[in-house]
């Protein structure tokens, strides 16, 4: 019973039931205006019955040549609207994007190491390691790119993992 | 980047200002007028507040041409700084007469126009863009700006058919190359209500465009229901749930809306069978929602549109088997809301035997973790659908002890895993608050102590499940109607809003601590916290921009409307206009050597603009943030705030009273333009006069709903107008017969006023000081004392003094009579500091003391250990929080009224 929609720049007025949620972090105002100027295709908002926010993603397209790719730069699900699915449908939504509107050859993002319950999730849904960048989150804590190919990527190339682990500066990010 | 520049930067970016201007200067020197020096001259004087020079030194260079890229942008970075964006314009406009073969300037000129949306101009560089440099994109451009203009003025013909010709053209020459571009045509068909002709677009070729099928499918769903072809719309929704989105409500929606316009009375054979098919479809993996409330939408439609009520049994049924699926999920209880309320309309028995059987389905094994889950939503529907309303206290807390049993079992059996995760009974301890709240709003008399209590269930879950900020946004709630203002802002702080939350939750708290005097500091900082929000509000042009870069025309409209809102919003200028008032109050009584007028120099005209209308404003207030379980009838009883005007937000379930909110800002905004005109020694006496009559305006508008806040209008008003009567008298002699009998008004209403305070300054029958008490004395004495003291300070510099030679004796008279109501609210500000001091003692003493009030009070919250909810709940610290708040702010008034006295002395 959700229904899922572009995100719209008046839904700043009203995620707040979703970003009072501890981890989840409210930007500057540009950051959301960049991400709505840039990938509106890679943002979407899922809202319950009675029209209350229930999740959103943001996304965008990036990289060059057979690096261009979605990256997921926000997922979250309010407390009250976790554990139903929720999640991977946003990440359906993204990943439908990044291949029928971008044209992507793959989708990534970064997870902390120590967050086990959401590499789970992203292993649920068919992300796999790819490399793990050290130091990625302020120097605290390293995190794990991790990657779907999308049927661009034929030989599935881009999700070959890395032996190494690589330092942000060196991580073509 | 040479060294020299690189520090400049460095000194900038470091807040060195002053460093920053001696590099430049340095350079400068060197090389006069060296353009990007010059620019970043400008912006480092910008920061040093030099803002006249600072745009005289930008002026000097920005129209001369500049080409290079960084030159620019600093440019356009310092005229947004202030305020003077428009300027880009010309700068662009130049440099691009200079260099008509500069691509990049043409665009950037182009770009200019549209952050200012001057759509004229904007329309003739978009056809010297098509012609100098012919690209697709400059095609796409100038359409998106007839659309612009079109927005503005949506009957200009001309435009309309030009666009219609325009998207014909570029559809022609296969220039729309994806669903953002084709947003543009879709738009210029639907201004026209061309609904059939944009159905064929879609349908068409250039449909292709939007290659997520289900984004087509919508789109032509809702262009069938427009055109009543609602055959097709049903089979393109129905496309979507059972090829794509099995899942998608707004498509079952969709569905159904059209199954039932095309038929009132649809089989609901047909329609179970293809739900039942969705669902057999779905049922490996992870179960669906969507088919399955489907089904209860189905029935649910049978039964009010259809008008079939032999379906209600199966519709209830249906519900039950919801339940047993979904009922551990926090969600069910959203799900079932629309349907719940069709049983809220049952008889209570019949609600009874529904709610008897969800219980049924609930897990009677509390080892297991289901329970406490099934436990929540079935409190929760009990609450909606009206079972809960009306309940003795008896029944009440037979609830309440349940639920505190069943949590904290649960709690004990299953702890938190995950630090960030919320407990799943945490809504129990939401529902035993509203349970209290509702014994606290039915009986004044346990109104106290059903709060406290509540407090001290909410403290409880907050403790036992510290990131679930439902408590924090409850907690604040409720200390601020215990008047503990400080716990409320600690729950404040805990939220940790930002930047665009200022906007939109700034209201829960700003209210309170602004009228809170050991708050002030960190009303200041909350201030400026807002309006760092506001300024980030002048980039949000740059992005409209980016959105032509990039192509994202379906955002362009959409972002400006959104720039709008926020700076039309209607908190942004309550901040303003607070501020202001606050600081004033602040300078009088903590800086009494900085000059009253350096303060309200600073005040802008748009601060103090009375002619405003609701109109103007954007409400941008989140009002949907809190859980409520509550049924279609309930109403939260209007949250009075005794003895002062809310200043943000008169809310209750159905909203906000925007209307209400306007008047009072309009009437805080007529103050703060009377003491700026005080300020001011170049008002007239008609201007006084005119504002004066403004404010009476203001308050016949507002007047009547509130016996305390009539009397502060009232005191208002006569501080003021004895203003402006006694400086005509002293200036034109004017008024002679008046003057006593205003300073005899205005020495009685401030002793209503003290009064007031008197008697309302403890709770009922009890030693506790009444929660809105500091609030009050705030509002209504310490405010109104500050304005007269200020004004009656301006008016003893006017009056000869009583030594003075040439007097005459009106100016004899007016001295005694000024001399004699310093006196009395010199007076009456000691009494209320020895009320104070009194009360902060009692307050102390109550703990142990064993009158009847206090020995019933103390049972009530912990002492009597039969009930478990004494074993659990704290209710000890939240009275010591109430006190220990009231304590701190009876102290910081008290502090306030000493300096009042020795003010109002000193200009005696």
């Not at chain 2, 047993?324 to 049983?343: A, M």
């Not at chain 2, 349940?402 to 059996?413: A, C, D, P, R």
């Not at chain 2, 990131?467 to 215990?482: P, T």
């Not at chain 2, 005459?808 to 004699?820: K, M, S």
Request: proline share 3%; with cysteine; aromatic share 10%.
């Amino acid at each position: 019973m959700t229904t899922i929609r572009r995100f719209v720049c008046d839904d700043l007025f009203k995620f707040n039931s979703i970003n009072l949620d501890f981890l989840t972090e409210t930007y500057y105002l540009p950051f959301y205006c960049q991400y709505l100027a840039s990938w509106p295709s890679l943002l979407s908002m899922a809202e319950d019955v009675n029209g209350r926010p229930m999740g959103y993603i943001l996304g965008k397209a990036e990289g060059e040549g057979e690096n261009w790719h979605g990256h997921v730069t926000a997922l979250t699900v309010a407390p009250e609207y976790r554990r139903i699915g929720l999640a991977d449908r946003l990440m359906h939504i993204l990943e439908e994007g990044s291949e029928k509107v971008h044209n992507g050859y793959f989708v990534d993002l970064f997870v902390r190491k120590s967050n086990s319950l959401a590499i789970n999730m992203y292993n649920k849904f068919g992300y796999t390691v790819y490399r793990t960048v050290i130091g990625y989150y302020s120097g605290d804590e390293d995190a794990l790119d991790m990657r779907k190919a999308l049927p661009r990527d034929v030989e599935k190339k881009s999700i070959i993992p890395l032996k190494h682990p690589v330092y942000p500066t060196d991580a073509d990010l | 980047m040479n060294n020299k520049l690189s520090g400049i930067y460095q000194a900038l970016e470091s807040h060195n200002h002053k460093g920053a201007l001696k590099l430049c200067n340095a350079i400068l020197a060197k090389k006069k007028n060296d353009p990007l020096v010059m620019v970043l001259k400008a912006i480092t004087l910008q920061k040093l507040n030099e803002i006249p020079e600072a745009i005289k030194t930008a002026d000097q260079v920005a129209f001369s041409g500049q080409t290079h890229e960084t030159i620019l942008s600093n440019l356009n970075y310092f005229y947004k700084s202030v305020d003077q964006i428009e300027k880009m314009c010309k700068v662009y406009e130049i440099s691009y007469k200079a260099n008509p073969k500069d691509e990049s300037l043409a665009k950037g000129t182009f770009l200019s126009y549209v952050k200012v949306r001057d759509f004229k101009q904007q329309q003739q560089v978009a056809i010297d863009l098509n012609k100098n440099f012919p690209k697709p994109l400059h095609n796409l451009w100038y359409l998106m700006t007839l659309l612009s203009m079109i927005n503005k003025d949506p009957t200009n013909k001309l435009l309309v058919g030009l666009s219609q010709k325009m998207s014909e053209k570029l559809a022609a020459e296969n220039k729309f190359t994806n669903s953002e571009e084709l947003f543009m045509y879709e738009t210029v068909l639907d201004i026209q209500g061309k609904v059939e002709e944009h159905l064929q677009l879609i349908k068409g070729k250039l449909g292709d465009l939007y290659t997520v099928p289900t984004e087509r499918l919508k789109v032509l769903g809702a262009l069938y229901t427009q055109l009543g072809h609602h055959a097709d719309a049903a089979e393109a929704y129905k496309e979507i749930i059972t090829k794509y989105e099995p899942d998608e409500w707004s498509c079952y929606m969709g569905y159904f809306d059209s199954i039932w316009a095309i038929n009132n009375s649809p089989s609901y054979q047909d329609l179970s069978s293809l739900i039942k098919s969705i669902q057999s479809e779905t049922s490996t993996g992870r179960p669906l929602r969507g088919p399955y409330i489907a089904e209860i939408e189905v029935l649910y439609r049978m039964i009010t549109v259809t008008k079939q009520d032999s379906f209600y049994e199966q519709f209830k049924a249906t519900i039950f088997e919801y339940f047993k699926r979904f009922g551990t999920k926090p969600i069910v209880y959203y799900d079932l809301k629309k349907y719940l309320s069709l049983v809220e309309k049952d008889t209570k028995e019949q609600k009874s035997a529904f709610l008897e059987e969800i219980f049924k389905l609930v897990s009677t094994d509390n080892t297991k973790p289901d329970r406490i889950s099934q436990l929540c939503a079935y409190y929760k529907i009990q609450r909606s659908i009206g079972l809960q309303s009306n309940l003795s206290e008896t029944e009440a807390r037979a609830i309440i002890d349940v639920i505190l049993q069943e949590y904290n079992t649960n709690k004990t059996l299953f702890p938190i895993q995950q630090s960030s995760e919320r407990l799943p009974g945490d809504d129990l301890l939401l529902i035993a608050y509203f349970l209290l709240a509702d014994l606290a709003n039915a009986n004044a008399d346990r109104k106290l102590l059903c709060l406290v209590e509540a407090a001290a269930i909410l403290e409880y879950g907050f403790a036992s499940s510290p990131k679930n900020f439902q408590f924090n946004l409850y907690l604040m709630q409720i200390y601020n109607r215990l008047g503990a203002f400080q716990k409320a802002f600690h729950h404040f702080e805990v939220l940790n809003i930002k930047n665009i939350q200022w906007d939109t939750l700034g209201h829960l708290m700003m209210d309170h601590i602004t009228r809170n005097p050991a708050l002030f500091s960190e009303t200041y900082k909350s201030f400026e916290k807002s309006f760092k929000f506001y300024v980030e509000n002048d980039s949000t042009p740059d992005f409209v921009a980016e959105c032509y870069k990039k192509g994202s025309f379906s955002k362009i409209l959409e972002m400006q409307k959104f720039q709008d809102k926020v700076a039309k919003s209607h908190q942004k200028a309550v901040y303003s206009t607070e501020r202001q008032m606050l600081a004033f109050l602040v300078f009088r009584h903590k800086n009494l050597t900085t000059p009253q007028k350096t303060q309200l120099d600073t005040v802008l005209p748009s601060d103090h603009d009375a002619d405003i209308t609701v109109e103007q404003f954007s409400f941008n207030q989140d009002l949907g943030v809190a859980d409520t379980f509550h049924p279609s009838t309930y109403t939260t009883p209007a949250i009075t705030t005794f003895g002062s005007t809310s200043l943000f937000l008169n809310q209750n379930e159905a909203g906000i009273d925007t209307q209400t909110l306007t008047n009072t800002l309009q009437y805080r905004r007529i103050l703060l333009k009377l003491l700026v005109q005080v300020s001011n020694t170049a008002t007239t006496l008609d201007q006084h006069t005119a504002t004066q009559t403004l404010l009476k305006e203001s308050i016949d508008k507002l007047s009547g709903k509130n016996q305390i806040d009539d009397l502060l209008f009232a005191f208002t008003l006569d501080i003021f107008t004895l203003y402006i009567n006694i400086l005509d008298l002293i200036k034109n002699t004017n008024g002679k017969d008046n003057i006593p009998e205003l300073f005899k008004n205005i020495i009685n209403r401030f002793n209503q006023v003290i009064k007031s305070i008197q008697d309302s300054f403890v709770y009922s029958n009890s030693t506790f000081v009444n929660p809105n008490s500091t609030r009050q004395i705030t509002a209504t004495l310490i405010e109104p004392l500050t304005w007269l003291s200020y004004l009656l300070s301006e008016i003893n510099t006017l009056m000869p003094s009583k030594k003075a030679k040439k007097k005459e004796e009106h100016h004899v008279q007016l001295r005694n009579e000024y001399e004699a109501l310093i006196q009395v609210v010199v007076d009456g500000c000691a009494s209320i500091q020895l009320l104070i001091t009194g009360k902060q003692l009692d307050q102390q003493l109550s703990i142990t003391t064993d009158d009847q009030s206090t020995a019933k009070y103390y049972q009530f919250i912990g002492l009597d250990t039969a009930k478990p909810l004494s074993a659990l709940l704290n209710t000890n610290n939240v009275v010591k929080s109430i006190q220990d708040d009231t304590r701190q702010c009876l102290s910081e008034i008290s502090n306030y009224l000493t300096t009042m006295k020795s003010h109002f002395n000193q200009i005696k």
